[in-house]
């Protein structure tokens, strides 16, 4: 079965200082993951995601993921935190089979961004 | 519209009453996905709608969920006999294919409160 594991549920940086978000998945076969992010009161928007043609992704707002294999993670990572970087981030993991297609989401992890 | 509508954006309701909770997929878009995002419980699948294939109906909770998709393109869901349980956010996403690469793009979410 598909999964992903957020390691961390609160991550606090000062803004400017470099941001990672922790992901580690499981699958039985070569996953594709994204990362989405929620602002309060906000839809899901996609950042990125990972479907096999490059290990290191990059997304939207300077955001970039690296997927390792060897350790299963799949990373959230920005050089500089901004004020408006401050939200929930899902790390996700796809499912397709048969007649079904499912999105697995993590947990969330809620990343607070101090002046 | 450019995006994922849903309506109502917020529901209050009585215990024991139902509600139709309503999603405009993205024009085009031939899968649909209802998920339920509680506090405490992350984003849980509910249901997925493919073309004109049976839907994946495996998250629904309990037999007062259903959920319809007239026409491949609009979609209800429908709670019956409404709990406090069932207070949570319910969001919708559609992508415009199927397969394990395929990312969704997700509404604002109706925001059910059963009182």
């Known amino acids: 079965a598909q999964s992903v594991t957020q390691l961390d549920s609160h991550v606090s940086v000062s803004e400017g200082t470099p941001v990672l978000l922790r992901c580690n998945y499981s699958?039985?076969?070569?996953?594709?993951l994204f990362w989405y992010v929620q602002h309060p009161n906000k839809g899901l928007q996609l950042l990125l995601k990972?479907?096999?043609?490059?290990?290191l992704v990059k997304g939207i707002n300077g955001f970039e993921a690296e997927f390792k294999k060897s350790e299963t993670s799949f990373h959230l990572t920005k050089p500089s935190a901004h004020m408006s970087d401050a939200a929930e981030y899902f790390c996700?993991?796809?499912?397709?089979?048969?007649?079904?297609?499912?999105?697995?989401f993590g947990t969330g992890t809620l990343l607070a961004v101090q002046p | 519209g450019a995006g994922v509508s849903q309506s109502p954006s917020n529901k209050v309701t009585e215990k024991g009453k139902d509600v139709e909770l309503r999603c405009d997929p993205i024009?085009?878009?031939?899968?649909l996905y209802w998920y339920r995002q509680s506090l405490g419980q992350g984003l849980e699948f509910l249901i997925y709608?493919?073309?004109?294939?049976?839907?994946?109906k495996s998250g629904l909770p309990s037999d007062r969920f259903s959920a319809e998709r007239t026409g491949g393109s609009v979609s209800t869901l429908t709670i019956q006999r409404t709990q406090q349980e069932d207070s949570a956010v319910y969001l919708c996403?559609?992508?415009?294919?199927?397969?394990?690469?395929?990312?969704?793009?997700f509404g604002q979410g109706t925001r059910l409160t059963v009182v």
């Open positions: 990972y479907t096999s043609a490059a290990t």
């Open positions: 996403a559609s992508s415009n294919r199927q397969g394990v690469n395929t990312e969704a793009f």
């Open positions: 699958s039985s076969y070569s996953p594709s």
């Open positions: 024009s085009g878009h031939t899968a």
């Open positions: 996700v993991v796809s499912t397709y089979g048969g007649a079904t297609n499912k999105l697995i």
């Open positions: 709608f493919q073309g004109n294939s049976a839907p994946d």
